[in-house]
């Protein structure tokens, strides 16, 4: 028995440090010169250097990238959110016979394969003069959050106590006053969570921006991997920096995140 | 809740008809696209109906990716249930409170990761002379050179493992708490009548999970239909055909190599149409 608890905890050990362990070697790499990173043992001793990083923040197509990704991302959720969490606080609240076949419809736009979406669309934006423009990748990646935060927001608006709600209507509250003055800010932790949930979805989204930009709208996922297409010719420190400032802003969203799935399971149990 | 507001009609409506449009359009024009013979290279089309779906048929690479997708499809899923429910499981036996909270934060960051960054972070890892991830063979061998990314027996399994590593140890985190939702009664129960610990898992909790398991599942079965992203950036579909699955092959036919719009959209319309018939009968069934 002490043995299988010994077995049993280095296994989880090994699986924590598989986790974290292929992205920490990734950051160091982006602090090494290249003699120090094409070496058949790996160098875990070598002299920092911080060209490979200046190098990426120096490049106008990096920046560029980022900005897109950042006004593409950011314009997409916010639109998410207005229209979105609305419409799910009426499905959780205001429940009719619809409700079910709503919800259903939502989740279904999740089974859409990109490609199938892709293809189309691109035709679309080139006749209306739009391919390669920050509008058409903003309009597409809001179907994204619409439907992703409208789906995560339905239970977290209601696990909002019913009570609550009831004494504000009692009180003389109007139903779009209780929506914004009670049900919005006693679900706000929830909330905040589908919110960043959606954000690092569309931050990550790549096949869709790949087809409907070819310069100017380029995203920060879609800079990254020519960066790559260049083969060897890139020093690998450079591309690993860029690896790591694309990872960076998800990963920002750490703690929401974990608090947010930890509040989904806490509702379970009670 | 006040029975009479506008507040239902105001809220939902807008959202639904937005959304309705954003989703109906492409896909009605997916379908109309496949039925015509539209390039990249020309603006000149013309209705042909139903003969890309026919050439499709006849078209053995495609046969191929159909293959490759559903291989991809099976190894993934079952691969991050079992990863996730072993992990699970261990970290609700071994673990104390805080070390699980340590696991659960360290367990969410691949998922967070961009697919791109997942897939670079491996490739150099699986790279034959310089990866971090075959240093331990070159060692053990005393420098014999593995490739798992150019040998088409091994390359699929190599794609899956990064897919795997992000969504395995996060699943392992919601089959925690999941485990930690339980009552303890039953467990305590089973213990009296002296069950060994593996046993209280395989006959007693992982049953009584058996429905958000199985809804788990389903949602990694969504999941895994979006390997764009790592196997472009990984293998691009090779060595050969090894990896091409069906969005791959879609995509490399209507934009890198012949540019045949309709024919990729042909493509898409069948894995759009199969995947919403399997996963809408799926759901029912889930729901029951």
Known sequence: MRLGRLIG???LAFAGFMAVFPLLWTALNSLKNNVDIITRVPRVVFTPTLANISYIIGRDSVMTGLYNSVIACGVAVLIGVVLG?????????YPNRWAGDIQFFVLSLRFLPPVAVAIPLMVIWLQLGLYDTLTALIVTYSLLTISVIMWLAIPAFQAVPK???EAAFVDGYGAYSVFWRIALPVAARSLIGA???SFVLVWNEFLIALMLSSSNAKTLPIVASELSQQGMNVPWGILNASVVLLSLPPLLFLGVLSGFLNSVFRQKKT | MPRRSSLP???VVPTLVILLILSMVPTLYAIVIALQNRELSSTAYSYVWFSNFVDLFFDRRFLNAVWVSVKWEVVTVVATMAVAIGLGVLMFEVASPRLRNIYCLLFIIPVLLPRVSAAFVWKFAYHPLYGIATYPYRLLTGGLIFDPLSKPATALFAVASVDVWQWGLFFAVIVLKLLET???????AARLDHARRWQIHAYVTLPMLKAPLISLMFVKMIESLRSFDLIYVMTRGGPGVATETLDMYAFSQGFIES??????SAMAVLMMIATVITFTMLWKRVQA
């Open chain 1, 9 to 11: 905890k280095t296994v």
């Open chain 1, 85 to 93: 969490l609305p419409a799910a606080y009426a499905v959780a609240r």
């Open chain 2, 9 to 11: 009609v105001t809220f």
């Open chain 1, 163 to 165: 009570e609550v709600e």
């Open chain 1, 195 to 197: 919110v960043a949930f």
């Open chain 2, 182 to 188: 339980l009552p303890p009664q039953p467990i305590e």
């Open chain 2, 259 to 264: 540019g045949k719009v309709s024919y990729a």
